[in-house]
């Protein structure tokens, strides 16, 4: 589903910030992926919605060359990709419902569609009761159900999250990842970097362990933070 071949990335200023990188998560697969601060997670995540494009080596995601895509066609990829942050970016003046229907209308659904999938996607992540509320008055946690259930409103084969945990303390992370790993199990391909040492200890995931934009360990089960 996710296929890097001998990826690299530098940056315009030189940052080599992915160096030769080969990568394969299957179809349905999850991932987690390690490493200090700059190691490489957030840009490795990038190229696979194709916020960012290789400088060299190829991306390829659900049969199809990201760096070959026709500008016309990125929408399309994105529709396939769903994307969760650390910041929840939830627009405060809207309601949860809002939110997650603002994802339906950017791609011009229309409101039956968004009447059908919104209740839907709020269902998934247990926030149906929550509907009406303004991201205020929710917890750290259930602000980061919201922008689950907006990134999985469309129906993507595909979620990425990028440190999905980083604002939420020990137990709300727990339930998070919990969910993540559910909706996994419901055939979505998952990629999460994290720094959550306690979060990946506890599952039993496949850990991709970046450092300085290498891959130094790919442990495709069972994984642990750091290498034993
Ligand atoms: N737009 C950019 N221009 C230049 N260098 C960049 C840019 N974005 C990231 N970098 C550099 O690329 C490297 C990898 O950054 P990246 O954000 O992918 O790391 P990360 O593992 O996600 O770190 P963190 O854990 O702090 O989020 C770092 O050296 C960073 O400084
Ligand atoms: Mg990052």
């Not at 469309?154 to 998070?176: F, K, M, Q, V, Y």
């Amino acid at each position: 589903m996710i296929d890097l071949q001998s990826v690299g990335v530098r940056y315009p200023d030189g940052t080599e910030a992915l160096r030769d990188i080969d990568l394969h998560i299957e179809r349905d697969g999850f991932a987690f992926i390690t490493g200090p601060s700059g190691a490489g997670k957030s840009t490795l995540l990038g190229l696979v919605y194709r916020n960012i494009v290789p400088t060299a080596g190829k991306v390829v995601v659900d049969g199809q060359d990201v760096a070959k895509l026709h500008p016309g066609r990125v929408p399309f990829l994105r529709r396939k990709v769903g994307v969760v942050f650390q910041e929840f970016q939830l627009l405060p003046r809207k309601t949860v419902w809002e939110n997650v229907g603002f994802a339906l209308d950017v791609v011009g659904a229309g409101r039956r569609e968004k009447y059908h999938k919104v209740p839907i996607s709020l269902e998934l992540v247990g926030l149906a009761e929550k509907a009406d509320a303004f991201p205020h008055q929710l917890s750290a946690g259930q602000r980061q159900r919201v922008s689950i259930a907006r990134a999985l409103v469309n129906g993507p084969p595909i979620l990425l999250a990028d440190e999905p945990t980083g604002n939420l303390d020990p137990d709300t992370s727990w339930e998070i990842v919990q969910l993540l790993l559910n909706i996994n199990q419901q055939n979505t391909t998952m990629i999460v970097a994290t720094h959550d040492r306690e979060v990946v200890d506890r599952t039993n995931c496949r850990v991709v362990q970046l450092l300085q934009g290498y891959v130094v360990r790919d442990a495709k089960e069972g994984g642990k933070y750091d290498a034993p």
